[in-house]
């Protein structure tokens, strides 16, 4: 069996000026028999940082906020350099402790699709689709998702729909027209949800979706951090069959 764990960056709503211009979706792919020593790799990898940077390993590590603290009092103690360092080192780690995995994005530019309200439905559909097609080329083997603390209700409904009525583009007409019917039935259970603080998996999640947001989004302020190509780090571990139009294998459409 596999495990997707998936974070969220930015917010669902029609961009305004005043939101996030993006929503985008991270997820990390891993096979059950990995989790164990992945665990092991993240807790000492908390070790480092409490030695490091003195960041108390009870602390989630928040990629957000380790860039421009709001709520997170146990930041404030490191500065904002070693804290930057922090997100740095992890994006330098994660193709190491998951080398056997795979990453998988999303990213929807909001002012490229204004058509839509909301982007979440949307691009959780696109997450779900490409995780199930990746089950069905691991022969055809079955995947369960954790996902940080989102729109639960909404998330159940579509892969529920999503298992029986799952219409995709074809090449060739069919029964549907231009459409073929593929259930994403490799994928059991509801989406779990996991509040990121309880859970190492969905920091790393959290950390790969806020750093595709600084790449595809920089600021001038953070360039000499370099944090715009953090992300670039994980080149050897993402799922590039995922969008083959797409260099890095990110859906934007």
């Known amino acids: 069996m596999y495990i997707m764990y998936v974070d969220e960056s930015g917010d669902p709503g029609k961009y305004n000026n005043m939101n996030s211009p993006h929503f985008i979706l991270s997820g990390i792919i891993l ?11 993240l807790k000492n990898f ?30 404030r103690s490191i500065r904002k350099t070693q804290r930057i360092y922090i997100l740095r080192d992890f994006m330098q780690q994660l193709p190491v402790i998951f080398a056997k995995c795979r990453v998988l994005n999303i990213c929807m530019d909001k002012q490229q699709h204004n058509e ?4 979440q ?8 689709q490409r995780y199930d097609t990746f089950l069905k080329k691991e022969g055809k083997d079955l995947g369960m998702i954790f996902s940080d603390d989102t729109n639960e209700p909404l998330i159940r409904q579509l892969l529920r729909k999503m298992r029986v009525y799952n219409p995709v583009p074809s090449r060739y ?14 994928i059991i259970e509801d989406v779990v ?61």
Request: with cysteine; glycine share 4%.
């Open 193 to 253: 949800m996991r509040s990121s603080d309880k859970s190492y998996f969905v920091q790393a999640a959290d950390s790969i979706a806020h750093c595709l947001y600084r790449r595809e989004y920089p600021k001038g302020a953070l360039k000499k951090y370099r944090v715009e190509r953090f992300f670039d780090n994980l080149q050897p571990i993402l799922l590039k069959k995922a969008a083959a139009n797409d260099k890095d294998g990110i859906v934007r459409k």
């Open 173 to 186: 007409p069919t029964a549907l027209g231009n459409y073929r019917q593929i259930p994403t039935d490799n």
């Open 31 to 41: 096979h059950q028999n990995d989790w164990m020593p992945i665990l092991e790799k």
């Open 46 to 75: 908390k070790k480092y940082c409490k030695e490091e940077y003195g960041l108390p390993i009870s602390e989630e590590i928040h990629a957000s906020e380790l860039i421009r603290i709001n709520k997170m009092d146990a930041y």
């Open 121 to 128: 439905e949307i691009t959780w559909k696109r997450l779900i």
């Open 116 to 119: 839509l309200d909301d982007y």
